[in-house]
């Protein structure tokens, strides 16, 4: 807090005034003089930016973590346990210190980043509100982070509206709007968006946004704006749903080759930012979106005569081979706006061309993955039910796409196998939210589902009864164990197979299915041709009961019933659930793959030294089949349960064996007999992991440093234990655990691990270089 009674000290203006001179002209002098300077230092301290990239970047990673919501903290604040905190509509720095640590569900957020976010607060707008005390207002606060996370558009605008209606009245007079838009200026900013450019827009949209020409804005015309105003939406950070009503899905860009406007047709210019459609590529500079040209991308049949028949949908521009696919000379796409790509077959030609190409579109080549918008009609034009007028009829298809899926009824393509695309645009940093938009432009955006946004549920069930459909998942192993689990209890006429985009860190189960460690930017059309080569593998799911024991301590919540890839006991586990604390308190150093494996390995060398689970075989017993395995020879740190052949990010802890000739799982089968239960060693060095065996490696591991020469190369494998169909632990004291990564301490328990049943996955085609994983071949 300011303190007007010691502020002149800090200024210097205290060897010039006697302490003894008191009185009220002097003190009002003095506030004056502090208005000023406090002014200035805003003035600069916007000049040199209070919050950084980098602070903004550290944010966003707090939010990713959090599972609060802006509406919960706010309620605390109004009437909860926080209220002593708001005085009025404000709140002062100690009180958006607790906002944070509630919000963020961090107990040490950085103090450069909470005193840079409460300055930026700080507009000029309510600098003589503050002068008597250092305050922000808690709207300014609440709506900024709600902006930031995820949701309706149409929720959010509402929230925006409420909370700027500070009167209460139900309207927005000027004065509010004002404040709308420093706010939005203040996004724009964080945005890294060319705000010259923008301000004169806003100015002019915030006008428009009167419809009435009241001079004030009602909550009606606030929605109607944000539904229809393109740059209101973008620079509040919200996302736009799919309405097939002729919006474009606009997406700031910045170019890094000369593009021209498809509206004015000049240059935008390099690396400079404009905005971009996600369905069509139709480019516009920033103040021609309001005017541009309706979006010509419709998802989904609208009349029984586009229902079967593809046609090409040309838009200008957005050539950017440079080449012509009907005559094969070069298109040039660098001195104006020339040439015409078909946003469904994506080929690109000369305007003078376009007489040469039939109106029948085959969708190209990625026709096999593709869901065209003449294989979506309503149900009603199936039905045969007439309309009764091209208003109602209108009104009609509205209705329809903004209801459930099942209003729409889908007749793929005979002999293609449609893509549903799953993406979690969290996942590998930027590359999950670019994904998202790739995915949008090269497939039907019926097929692409945000799981943030929309959460599997709603995808399944647009796709429960297409036939030979496929699954894509883009994310990490979690992800990918979550779609399975919801494709498990969709309880789906026919099970897809499901391939995986990898956008984690470990992506062991990806590496076995040969979709490589991690995503990196590759060509999406050149991944889905291999998925068109791929081949379905049953792998085998198993399911885990944790029974605990009646001890006094507390055990975390164990985090999956299946397991999709391993489960472990011991050292690993350790360095996971160390890893995972870390990560859950300083999200900001966790934030590329490169990090999080230097992490690890400085968690790894701490474990090899103070061996937390030294003799880990005294503190517990393992039975399988209901066969005692003998560990009494063994001095172990870890034991591991494998169902495919990674873990931590590409170590293979069963080792390399040399392949037999022949089919491995009638080797498989005839080395154990019955198959269900081998423990001799002769035998279990010429076992092959194969992960639809409805069996599980099991694997000792001496420590940390063991662990480290198997990653690295420098041993094979640890100690083969047994392959088996059921395990059973005894454990008798607190051990870290995990499950396909997810670690968690759990007090004395028994667990049981038994064969739950197989999901279709898809395997990429074979590489050239042979490696490991050569019994998916």
């Known amino acids: 807090m300011w303190n007007l009674e010691l502020w002149p000290c800090c200024c210097g203006i205290s060897r010039i005034l006697p302490w003894k001179w008191r009185s009220r002209r002097q003190k009002y002098y003095y506030q004056a003089a502090f208005v000023a300077i406090l002014k200035e230092k805003r003035k600069m301290a916007k000049e040199r930016g209070l919050i950084s990239p980098n602070d903004f970047a550290q944010l966003q990673k707090y939010m990713e973590y959090s599972t609060k919501k802006v509406s919960d903290v706010l309620k605390l604040f109004e009437d909860g346990e926080m209220a002593e905190y708001v005085q009025g509509d404000a709140i002062g720095y100690e009180g958006f210190q607790q906002f944070l640590k509630i919000y963020l569900e961090a107990d040490n957020v950085p103090s450069h980043l909470s005193l840079a976010l409460f300055q930026s607060f700080q507009t000029d707008h309510c600098l003589e509100e503050t002068v008597k005390k250092d305050l922000v207002c808690l709207s300014d606060v609440s709506c900024y982070f709600s902006l930031l996370e995820g949701g309706r558009p149409e929720d959010k605008l509402e929230f925006t509206f409420k909370l700027y209606d500070t009167d209460r009245n139900g309207i927005l007079d000027s004065s509010e709007v004002d404040k709308i838009i420093i706010q939005m200026m203040r996004v724009a900013e964080y945005l890294d968006w060319d705000v010259s450019e923008l301000r004169p827009i806003l100015q002019e949209m915030m006008k428009e946004i009167d419809y009435d020409g009241s001079g004030s804005v009602s909550l009606a015309e606030w929605l109607r704006a944000g539904a229809t105003t393109v740059p209101l939406l973008v620079l509040l950070g919200l996302e736009m749903t799919l309405k097939d009503n002729g919006q474009h899905m606009w997406r700031p860009k910045r170019f890094p080759r000369p593009v021209y406007c498809n509206l004015c047709e000049s240059s935008i210019g390099l690396g400079k930012q404009g905005l971009s459609c996600n369905l069509c590529k139709y480019i516009v500079h920033d103040h021609c979106a309001m005017k541009a040209l309706p979006c010509e991308v419709s998802t989904y049949a609208k009349s029984r005569k586009d229902i079967g028949v593809q046609s090409h949908v040309w838009v200008r521009g957005g050539c950017e081979s440079g080449r012509c696919d009907r005559c094969q000379k070069k298109i040039r796409i660098y001195h104006s706006l020339v040439g015409l790509h078909c946003v469904w077959c994506h080929l690109e030609i000369h305007d003078d061309c376009l007489q040469a190409m039939g109106p029948e579109c085959d969708c190209g080549l990625l026709r096999d993955h593709i869901l065209p918008p ?81 959460g599997p549920e709603a995808g399944l069930r647009f796709f429960r009864e297409v036939p030979n459909f496929r699954v894509l998942v883009c994310g990490g192993d979690g992800t990918v164990g979550w779609i399975l689990e919801m494709i498990d209890k969709a309880n789906l006429p026919v099970v897809p197979p499901v391939a995986v985009l990898p956008l984690g860190t470990g992506n062991d189960l990806a590496r076995c299915l040969r979709w490589g460690g991690g995503y990196e930017g590759q060509n999406l059309g050149k991944i889905l041709k291999d998925l068109e080569m791929s081949k379905v593998v049953h792998m085998d799911r198993w399911s885990v009961e944790v029974i605990p024991q009646q001890t006094e301590e507390k055990s975390d919540p164990v985090p999956f019933q299946i397991i999709n890839n391993y489960f472990s006991i011991g050292v690993d586990a350790s360095i996971a659930h160390r890893f995972h604390i870390m990560r859950e308190k300083y999200p900001e150093k966790f934030n590329s793959r490169m990090k999080n494996k230097l992490w690890y390995f400085e968690f790894a060398t701490s474990e090899s030294i103070f061996s937390t689970c030294k003799k880990l075989e005294e503190s517990l017993t393992v039975e399988i089949c209901g066969k005692p395995l003998d560990l009494s020879n063994l001095s172990l740190e870890g034991i591991a349960v494998l169902n495919i052949p990674s873990t931590h990010g590409g170590s293979n802890l069963w080792g390399d064996t040399k392949r037999p000739h022949g089919d491995i799982q009638g080797i498989n089968q005839a080395l154990g007999a019955t198959a269900k239960v081998i423990t001799d060693p002769d035998i279990l060095k010429t076992c092959v992991p194969d992960l639809s065996d409805k069996r599980l490696e099991v694997v000792g591991l001496e420590g940390a440093i063991e662990m480290g020469q198997i990653y690295t190369k420098l041993k094979n494998a640890g100690h083969r234990l047994a392959k088996c169909s059921e395990i059973t632990f005894h454990t008798t004291k607190t051990l870290p655990m995990q499950i396909d990564g997810e670690p968690w301490m759990q007090t004395p328990c028994t667990i049981k691990i038994t064969h739950k049943n197989q999901m279709p996955m898809l395997v990429g085609p074979p590489p050239r270089s042979s490696n490991f994983f050569g019994f998916l071949c």
Not at 375 to 386: D, K, M, R
Not at 412 to 441: A, C, D, I, M
């Open 374 to 454: 003449s294989s979506i009609y309503p149900s009603v034009l199936a039905s045969g039910q007439e309309r009764k007028s091209s208003k109602t009829s209108q009104k009609t298809m509205d209705d329809l796409n903004l209801s459930t899926f099942e209003a729409l009824r889908v007749d793929p393509v005979s002999n293609t196998h449609p893509l549903l695309v799953f993406v979690n645009p969290k996942s590998g940093g930027k590359q999950g939210e670019r994904v998202l938009w790739k995915f949008q432009y090269l497939l039907n955006p019926r097929q692409v589902f945000n799981l943030l946004k929309d």
